[in-house]
């Protein structure tokens, strides 16, 4: 495993395992015990995952020390204002059983996130969190947020995939200092992408599979992945992207599969916002 070190000189993990779209807290909480028996120690959930507490339960049971582990969770919209963040923070810290975080994110750029984020700047400097940052913050959007902020996030968490590459995102996260982070690695199982024949044809010279191949080529960006899995033998699968590396021959052929947009779902929709603002992660 190799770390990638923020902006402020914390260390991460290149590599993490996410609970998105896991719900069922004793399924959630057997898949993070099994991640980190696999060897993650960067695990990555959401107050909007509903199942903080599951995760928890598996930190509290897993028998790594705290101090290996990186545990990341994320502030929903209904909660993006100064206050909200605060009880936010303090009741995903109980749900997860920590005294500190690793890495306390923005989950949308929607609602009073500059609210948000002054309640975040203060949690981070009262050591309650490692690191502070963003997801799904577009160009444009970590532009004006970095120009106007104190404390620049240490990292954007957003859609990053082969058919999905955005380089132009990437290099201004690098303008800034910010370290990027890909949801959804797999395109959500989208364009073939486990049988995909540039992938695959690439991950034969290697003895990989094309889900390994697609990770390595992110991390080589620079990019951390949270790849998803309830089962073990993946979990496995997954984290072993470390034994071998992409030409700058296979990495241009796979940046050919980039399509420019994504197929997944779209943050400037007004339905979607409309939606995720009626979405309540508590009363």
Not at 161 to 181: D, R
């Amino acid at each position: 495993m190799d770390f990638v070190t923020l902006n402020n000189g914390v260390r991460m993990p290149l590599e993490g395992f996410g609970v998105f779209q896991v719900p069922d807290p004793a399924v959630c909480e057997q898949a993070v015990l099994d991640a980190i028996a696999s060897g993650y120690r960067l695990i990555d959930t959401a107050a909007a995952y509903m199942n903080e507490a599951a995760v928890g339960a598996a930190i509290g049971k897993c028998g790594v020390p705290r101090e290996e582990l990186f545990i990341t969770t994320k502030l929903w919209v209904q909660d993006a204002s100064y206050e909200g963040a605060k009880a936010a923070f303090a009741a995903s810290m109980e749900k997860l059983g920590l005294d500190y975080l690793d890495l306390y994110l923005i989950h949308q750029p929607m609602g009073d996130y500059y609210g948000a984020w002054r309640a975040m700047e203060e949690l981070y400097k009262a050591g309650k969190i490692k690191a502070i940052g963003v997801c799904n913050f577009y160009p444009h959007v970590l532009a004006d947020f970095c120009e106007t902020v104190e404390v620049k996030p240490a990292v954007n968490q957003v859609e990053l995939h082969p058919f999905f590459q955005q380089e132009n995102a990437l290099a201004l996260m690098k303008e800034y200092g910010v370290i990027p982070e890909a949801w959804g690695p797999f395109a959500e199982g989208k364009h073939g992408i486990f049988t995909h024949p540039v992938l695959t044809t690439i991950g034969k010279k290697y003895g990989k599979t094309a889900a390994q191949v697609a990770l390595r080529w992110n991390i080589q960006r620079g990019v951390v992945v949270i790849p998803k899995s309830v089962h073990k033998e993946r979990m496995e699968q997954n984290m072993a992207v470390w034994d071998f590396a992409l030409s700058a021959e296979e990495m241009a052929e796979i940046g050919k599969l980039d399509l420019g947009h994504s197929e997944i779902v779209s943050h400037s929709d007004p339905a979607f916002v409309k939606m995720l603002h009626g979405l309540k992660v508590h009363d």
